[in-house]
């Protein structure tokens, strides 16, 4: 269950499967660990962070596939 103040990201596998000049993807592993460092960062931050380290991590390469990314936030329920 989300609870206010939750956040949730959701992506395309072409986030993950971003490759460096190795062919190695990106990973589950390694944007798990971004979103934790960057959980303070605030919702533009994270997406803005994400893509920045995914960029890096391909090094000018063109990705292969696209990546979309959302960032949602859980706020409280409101009586209408």
Do not use: C, H
């Amino acid at each position: 269950a989300l609870e206010p103040g939750s956040s949730l990201f959701l992506y395309t596998d072409g986030v993950i499967e971003s490759e460096n000049a190795d062919g190695e993807p990106f990973g589950v592993e390694r944007l798990q660990e971004l979103l934790v460092r960057e959980r303070t960062s605030g919702l533009d931050g994270i997406l803005a962070r994400v893509e920045e380290a995914v960029r890096a991590y391909r090094d000018g390469a063109e990705p292969a596939d696209d990546a979309t990314m959302v960032v949602l936030k859980v706020g409280s329920a409101q009586a209408v």
